[in-house]
Each structure stands twice: as structure tokens, then as C-alpha cells.
């Protein structure tokens, strides 16, 4: 019985997928949604022989899947991942379904699995990873999510769970770190060196301040953002641990790429390679994306992938959807950067501050429940750090249900009020801020989830792009 009842509900599954898909929609959750319900565990049993990778952690899920699945491409392992961003229980069961035959099966045998880390511990009852990837935890969406140090123990809870699932950890994040502490699982740590990055500016707003053991303030060595950096209780001794995967130097960040270099532990490397230390392109730009790569270079080693092969994929990497996704129009770049809590932002607008160019920029805010319905998290965004590149903005545009509430913090950041403009509709939106550009300048959007969606399903038409789901 159980067979034909797995078999019916991965065809009606199929059947729903490609319907969906006929009528441009995503059909990215709503048939792993029903499968559930009709056969539940569903996906423990079609996901049973698959070599799984699973990314997870507050920022960077997305941009280090894709490096990862861009590493996987050079060597050429056929692989299933969850391109779309549905990274709840519903879009990863869909993404397993769509690869299976109707007896449950595939011709593929590995998965790359992006996975909300609210969502990590429900997932874990049904999936074991081979390899965790966690980038790491900062306060994102709390209506939804609940306090930070709830999600990480929902995250070390999933983990407790599982039996040969190898680490791949943050080693800055005094948080990720504990996901350790009392595991005795493999670990890899990745991370940079104290001399790695000398221009890290005050941190604002870090998240994880005191220590989670004896509540005594950290000191750092160095800060790279945030409360990323060598932290240290001189309480009880917690500490950064050493690295495997060390970013030793930032030699550049550019408003295209990154150089770094960086060494890795002799005992990760294959035995042919024979060195250690390494100088990278990484085709992404913003310092966050350094930590991106460093964790996806840090399961590239796990995985014995040869480091030429690392290397060319950082340098070749394409920007994914939404994440410093690039559009050309004609001899002009909009650029879509999804925003989503405050350290993410502040690293955005550390981006932005660097271009020398003239720009136009594009805040589109919602608070529907993908987003976070509270907004006030605006307001722990340093858009003060505007002022520093007035003058190259052209244009200033709100939008979204919550453009007034965007409107109203960038007048308290100082910025001119009469250069803001509020465009409801996303249309009129881009349609106004590409008019009267000029040659080499860059149009910036950057929206929250569901305004990202919505303003995606414009820019596709008009640019003729991918499905997001593609």
C-alpha cells in the first residue's frame, strides 16, 4: 500500500509542478506542501540515497549555495538544488520530488540544499546531511523567527539529531561556534586572520556581545563586521578557535570582485596538490561575500575537490537571483540586492559607499509575513553612512507597503528630502530611475523578499530573464 501511495502522490506531484510551471508560476512549494499531506515523511523516503549538502545560517545561504553549486559544476557532478530559494520543509521537499522517478528514485545522487535555519530543526526529522554549512546568526525577522538565541538552539537541537553530518562553521561567529562546543562531530572552521582586514570600521549593533556561557562582555583581537572577529571571554575562556580555512589577506575589494589570500590546513588538501597558501578572485564584491566564499571553499576541501578547480569557480561565479544579481540596459547596470536585517544592509550600503560612480538607488520595503511584518529593525541600519556618497546619488527612490516608513528613516539619516521620491508601482519604479541615466552609471534595487518577487516578475519581461526559479 505504502508503495502505490508514494508512487500516486509523486505523480500527482509531477502533474501539479508542470501545471504551474505552464501558467509561469513557481510551483516551487505548493506540491511538496501536498505531498506532506498526503503521504507524510515523504521526504525521508525519496531523499534517503542522495549524498546531501546542506547550507544554512541567517545571511549568505543563497550567494554560498551557488558558489558551491558552481564548484560542483566544475568537476562535473550531476547534483539537485534548490535554486528558487524555497528553503522551508514544502520547497525542499519539491525539489527532491521533481528529481525522483515515480518509484521514488534518482539518476542523481547528491544534493545542494539551501535551508532556513528557522526551519533546520522540523527538516532534520527527515534529512540527514552529509556536510552542514552554517554561515552565521544574526537577528533577522524576529516576529517571525523569535529571538536569535531561540533559532540557535532549534539549529543545535536539528544537529544533536543527526549521526554523520560533518561541520563547516563560521569560526567569527562566537554563535555558530557553539554549535560545537558539545558535539563530537568533525568540525571545519573558516575564518579570517587578525591582520586579514585592518579596515573594519566600529561595529554596529552586534547581536552576540556577551558570552553565551557565563554572560561576561567579549574582547576581539580583530573585528571584521558585526560581532564577527577573534572573540574572547577572559570570563570562563571561550574563544575563536583556530582555523583550517583562513583568509589571510583582503588585497582588494572593488566594486566587482574581490582578491584575497587565504592558506588551508595541510590535512584537508588532496595529496597532490603540495601547498597550502592560495590567491583568489572571488567574482563577488563586498566583504561579506569573503565569508561566503571561505565556506564554500572550506566544503570544496571536504569534498577533496582539488583547489584549481575551487579557484576557477570563485573566479567565474555569476551573481544569482536577487543577490548583487546584475541586469545590463544597454550601456547602464541595475543591480538587485536583496535587504533583509540590519547586518546584512549595513554591509549593502558598505558596498554602495564604495562605488565611485554616479547611482541611483531603490529601497522597496514590504512587511508581509516573508519579509517580517516588523519593520522597526530600519531603524538599526546605519543609513547615516549615505552622507558619504551624496553626491554621486542622482536619484533616491521608496517603495513597497512601507515606503513611507523608509521615506521617513532616510530623512533621519540626513539625507535630502527632496531628492526622495515615492513610486508605488514597481513598473513606474524602474521605468523612471533607467530614464535620463547615463553611460556607465548603475540603477540599485533593493528590496525585501516579496517586493523582490514582484519586482523580479517586471524586470523579467522586460529583460527577458529566468524564471527565478531556474
Known amino acids: 500500500m505504502k508503495g502505490i501511495k508514494l508512487t ?65 559544476k566544475e568537476t562535473g557532478t550531476s547534483y539537485i538544488a534548490n535554486r528558487s530559494g524555497a528553503n522551508l520543509l514544502s520547497g525542499i521537499t519539491t525539489t527532491f ?57 532549534d539549529v543545535a537541537a536539528g544537529i544533536s539529531k543527526t549521526r554523520k553530518t560533518r561541520l563547516i562553521l563560521n569560526a567569527d561567529d562566537s554563535l555558530c561556534v557553539s554549535l560545537a562546543r558539545d558535539s563530537q562531530k568533525s568540525v571545519i572552521y573558516y575564518g579570517f586572520a587578525p591582520e586579514a582586514y585592518l579596515d573594519a570600521k566600529a561595529s554596529e549593533n552586534a547581536d552576540a556581545s556577551y558570552c553565551l556561557y557565563c554572560q561576561t562582555k567579549y574582547t576581539y ?45 595541510d590535512g584537508l588538501l588532496p595529496s597532490c596538490d603540495g601547498r597550502n597558501a592560495y590567491t583568489a578572485k572571488i567574482n563577488l564584491p563586498g566583504l561579506y561575500n569573503i565569508y561566503n566564499s571561505l565556506a564554500a571553499i572550506s566544503c570544496g576541501v571536504s569534498l577533496g575537490i582539488s583547489m584549481d578547480k575551487i579557484l576557477y569557480a570563485l573566479a567565474s561565479f555569476e551573481n544569482g537571483f536577487g543577490r548583487m544579481e546584475t541586469i545590463k540596459a544597454r550601456d547602464r547596470e541595475l543591480k538587485v540586492i536583496l535587504v533583509k536585517n540590519p547586518a546584512g544592509f549595513n554591509q549593502v550600503l558598505d558596498y554602495l559607499v564604495t562605488d565611485e560612480q554616479t547611482m541611483r538607488l531603490a529601497f522597496a520595503i514590504n512587511d508581509n509575513l516573508a519579509d517580517g511584518t516588523d519593520v522597526s529593525w530600519l531603524w538599526d541600519v ?27 528613516r532616510l530623512k533621519y539619516a540626513g539625507l535630502d528630502t527632496k531628492k526622495i521620491e515615492l513610486i508605488k508601482d514597481y513598473g513606474a519604479l524602474i521605468e523612471k530611475g ?32 529566468k524564471e527565478f526559479w531556474q
Not at 511538496?32 to 523516503?45: S, V
Not at 515515480?102 to 527538516?123: M, N, P, Y
Not at 546605519?382 to 521617513?408: W, Y
Request: charged share 20%; with cysteine.
Open 221 to 265: 583581537t580583530n573585528k571584521v563586521y558585526g560581532h564577527l572577529g577573534g572573540f574572547a571571554c577572559p570570563g570562563c575562556g571561550y574563544r575563536k578557535p583556530d582555523c583550517h580555512v583562513v583568509c589571510t589577506q583582503v588585497e582588494a575589494i572593488t566594486g566587482s570582485h574581490s582578491v584575497i589570500r587565504f592558506t588551508v590546513d
Open 97 to 153: 520530488l521533481q528529481s525522483v522517478n515515480l518509484h521514488g528514485r534518482s539518476s542523481v545522487s547528491t544534493a545542494l540544499i539551501e535551508i532556513d535555519e528557522a526551519a533546520f530543526k522540523a527538516v532534520t526529522v527527515f534529512l540527514e546531511p552529509d556536510i552542514l554549512v552554517v554561515t552565521n546568526f544574526f537577528r533577522d525577522q524576529l516576529d517571525r523567527y523569535g529571538e536569535l538565541y531561540s533559532t540557535l538552539k
Open 382 to 408: 546605519n543609513f547615516e553612512k549615505l552622507s558619504a556618497a551624496a553626491e554621486r546619488i542622482d536619484g533616491l527612490f521608496v517603495s513597497g507597503i512601507r515606503a513611507e516608513d523608509m521615506a521617513l
Open 434 to 465: 533607467l530614464s535620463s541615466m547615463k553611460e556607465g552609471e548603475t540603477f540599485y534595487l533593493l528590496p525585501t523578499y516579496t517586493a523582490l518577487l514582484d519586482m523580479r516578475k517586471f524586470l523579467k519581461k522586460k529583460f527577458n530573464l
Open 8 to 72: 500516486s502522490t509523486i505523480l500527482l506531484s509531477k502533474i501539479i509542478i508542470k501545471g504551474l510551471r505552464m501558467i509561469k508560476r513557481g510551483g516551487t512549494s505548493l506540491p511538496g506542501k501536498i505531498a506532506n499531506k498526503l503521504c507524510p515523511g515523504i521526504l525521508k523516503d525519496i531523499a534517503s540515497n542522495f549524498y546531501i549538502i546542506m547550507v544554512t545560517g541567517t545571511n549568505g545561504k543563497t550567494t554560498t549555495s551557488r558558489i558551491i553549486e558552481q564548484i560542483l
